[in-house]
């Protein structure tokens, strides 16, 4: 079996038995970015829970199935619109940085492409600098992904104090990979029924861009998702005639690579998690 | 970036092992059409959306490598102006006239 990590996955939405057999298939790590509740949260307060939660439950429960959890914090791209809570949530964002199983701020990004949306994702950016922590991006979906895509690109090239290296824009499909890759920042790719992308074309594009920063995860959360997305596109990696070797590098080592530049993500043994 | 050859498959083994689930999306597609054409009321024939899955599906025809793509940027608001606010918080899947 090959251990992989899932770098994309809203586990405070999933069951205990979406653990379990997430670890029964191979996850050995999972990064949680902070994400929208399905309805607006009204208070700076609600946001601290929600990261209490975050840092302190969530990888307790991970722990129990050998699973090591990490996150990333924000204000969501859904929520952006709202300038004032913005601000609020990112004065005590900073006081949850130091935990340790925090890797940077995240899922940031562009839902409806609006100007505040806009504003707030650069006001987060500006925070991660501060702090020097590792970036998370989320891109629109479906007809707004092309110009949010280059709206991000655009906004982050243009600052010279932004590593691209030290930052991962999620959710690329066909039409937003290249300039993603070609401005040298990590991308993901995810698996996620109907809205995103299918295994299938998943490989397709590891198969025409190559590996090198590229990774795969689920996004699973409380739509219709699927916590084993990995597994299953593994599967369809093994039939499409992929060596061990290849599937290991996209589910396992891409993902270490861009996430262990955060002195705090280490993976552990999967031997020792368990004992511990 | 490379097209020629990064498949590990021939085209046999590719038509083996994928042609049935292709078959059957393309009739579900097919369906959908009969389905809108059968409709009790035909009051959205010029709905944004349909256009532009008509307009995907005549670049499904093409010969030429790089369909995903076309078909994403037909599908795709291609403006560059940012909202002045949100209108709500999903996407419809394709551009309103207005925005494009
Ligand atoms: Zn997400």
């Known amino acids: 079996m090959i251990n992989y990590i899932d770098l994309h996955a809203h586990m405070v939405s999933r069951t205990t038995d979406d653990y379990h057999a997430m670890a029964l298939t191979g996850c050995v790590a999972v990064t949680e970015p902070a994400f929208w509740a399905g309805y607006d949260r009204v208070s700076a307060s609600a946001f601290a829970d929600y990261f209490k939660h975050l840092t302190e439950f969530e990888p307790q429960r991970a722990a129990k199935y050998g699973i090591q959890h990490y996150t990333w914090l924000c204000l969501n791209p859904k929520e952006g619109e709202d300038r004032e809570l913005a601000r609020e949530v990112l004065a005590i964002i900073p006081q949850f940085l130091e935990r340790p199983n925090v890797l940077g701020i995240g899922e940031i990004g562009l839902n409806r492409v609006t100007r505040n949306e806009l504003a707030t994702f650069i006001d987060h950016v500006e925070l991660a600098l501060e702090h020097n922590q590792l970036i998370h991006i989320h891109t629109p979906h479906l007809e707004d992904k092309y110009k949010g895509t280059k709206a991000i690109v655009e906004t982050l090239a243009s600052n010279s104090r932004i590593d691209p290296s030290r930052v991962l824009v999620d959710h690329v499909e066909e039409h937003t990979i290249r300039m993603v890759l070609e401005h040298g920042f990590w991308a993901g790719l995810t698996l996620y029924p109907m809205t995103k992308v299918s295994p299938g074309r998943a490989i397709d594009m590891l198969e025409i861009y190559g590996t090198e920063r590229l990774c795969v995860a689920s996004a699973c959360d409380w739509g219709p998702s699927q916590p084993l997305a990995i597994p299953n596109c593994m599967f369809e990696m093994r039939r499409r005639g992929h060596s061990q070797q290849w599937i290991h590098e996209v589910v396992y080592t891409n993902p270490s690579r861009f996430l262990s530049q955060s002195p705090k993500f280490k993976l552990a043994p999967l031997a020792q998690a368990l004992a511990d | ?100």
């Open chain 2, 1 to 100: 970036m490379q097209i020629e050859g990064s498949c590990p498959k021939t085209q046999r083994e590719l038509i083996e092992l994928e042609f049935i689930e292709h078959r059957t999306k393309i009739l579900d597609i097919a369906a959908f059409l009969d389905r809108f054409d059968r409709s009790i009321e035909h009051n959205a024939n010029d709905d944004f959306r349909i256009k532009a899955f008509r307009e995907a599906l005549a670049a499904l025809n093409s010969s030429e490598f790089g369909r995903v793509e076309r078909i994403q940027m037909l599908l795709s608001d291609l403006s560059s102006e940012l909202r002045a606010e949100r209108d709500g918080q999903s996407a419809y899947g394709a551009a309103k006239e207005s925005e494009q």
